[in-house]
């Protein structure tokens, strides 16, 4: 008797592809419909928020290593909000990401940081904003 068709399954290839499509629909009715929208309306495809962070972040990265310090308040604002605005072309803030990398590692590189952490003063720190915390909900 000659066979009349081959069937073939790919299992596990069919399991990632049912995953995938279960995260994706999770994705959408979990989505933030405002950010969404806010990528849609730019129309740069690409979610300009993560990217604002991305930069902002390699920013404060840099700011570490060269004054040992964290500066949470930005003195670009204005740049880092027109990039959440999708103002900037991909490629430009990929160029950028890629340039500050560069220069957090030379940074990084000539910095008098220790390799190392002070744990017992990061852990007294902590204890001392744990204290005052708690304290204020009394």
């Known amino acids: ?11 596990q290839g069919y399991s990632k592809y049912c995953r995938d ?7 959408v009715a979990n989505r933030n419909e405002t950010r ?5 309306a730019h129309a740069k495809e690409y979610d300009a928020k993560n990217m ?6 390699l920013e404060m990265a840099y700011d570490i290593a060269t ?9 670009n604002r204005d740049a880092l909000l027109s990039i959440k605005a999708g103002q900037s072309e991909y490629n430009e803030l990929l160029e950028q990401a890629d340039h500050l990398s560069i220069q957090i590692a030379t940074a990084f590189e000539r910095s008098q940081l ?3 952490p002070n744990e017992q003063a990061a852990l007294s720190a902590l204890v001392m904003v744990r204290d005052r915390l708690y304290a204020s909900t009394d």
């Open 1 to 11: 008797m000659t066979p009349i068709a081959y069937l073939s399954f790919n299992e």
């Open 114 to 116: 220790p390799d190392v």
């Open 67 to 75: 004054t040992g310090k964290v500066i949470v308040e930005r003195p």
């Open 52 to 57: 604002m962070h991305t930069i902002r972040l």
């Open 21 to 27: 499509y279960k995260e994706y629909w999770q994705w």
């Open 36 to 40: 969404y929208q806010s990528t849609i």
